[in-house]
Each structure stands twice: as C-alpha cells, then as structure tokens.
C-alpha cells in the first residue's frame, strides 16, 4: 500500500502562482511514475503532469510553459510549481503514484484561479 498527502491548494487571482506537494508514503518502489491530474465537475480527469522517478516528464500543452514539475525522491515527494495562473485551471487536482502495476491516488486539492 502506498498513502498520498496532499498540500498547497487554495485561492489565487489570474497570473498568480501556487506550489502543490505530494508526499507518498508506504511500499514505495525504486522506479515509480507519480504526477498530478485534474478534475472539473462533469468532465473526466485529465493529466497535469506527470514524471518518472528517473526524471523523465510529461506535460500536458495546456500547461506547458507555466507548470513545472520536479520530485525529491529521497523524501518521495512530487510537486507541482504553477505559474500564470489561468481561470480555466480551476479544478481539484489529484496526485497519483504508479509503481509495480498499482495506482494510488491521493484525496485531490482544491485549486481555485479568480479572474
């Protein structure tokens, strides 16, 4: 089992900028993916970003160029750094640990973006 804690949701107004953290914790594998999704009401969750414990990444084009995303393995922890801030970002965001065939999700944080 892998547990997943999330901090540094909140609210922001357009061009703004928030840190996400995920901290795992539990069976943590040496090769793992873990990276952030996102939901909005009535839509399915769609990836953020997302990066392998190696260090390769994948970001989604609608966020290419403001988010960043990095890890510290040796605290099994992966943040989020979103810069310029956008409406249409509004959403909880998910982190998810993938590693010997499982998923784990954590419990979302709620990021708002004011206009």
């Known amino acids: 089992q892998v547990q997943l804690v999330e901090s540094g949701g909140g609210l922001v107004q357009a061009g703004g900028s928030l840190r996400l953290s995920c901290a795992a914790s539990g069976a943590i594998s040496s090769i793992n993916v873990m990276g952030w999704y996102r939901q909005t009401p009535g839509k399915q969750r769609e990836l953020v970003a997302v990066?392998?414990?190696?260090?390769?990444?994948n970001y989604a084009d609608s966020v290419k160029g403001r988010f960043t995303i990095s890890r510290d393995n040796a605290q099994n922890t992966v943040y989020l750094q979103m810069n310029s801030l956008k409406p249409e970002d509004t959403a909880v965001y998910y982190c998810?640990?993938?590693?010997?065939?499982?998923?784990?999700w954590g419990q979302g944080t709620q990021v708002t973006v004011s206009s």
């Open positions: 990066m392998v414990s190696r260090g390769s990444t």
């Open positions: 998810k640990y993938l590693g010997r065939g499982a998923e784990y």
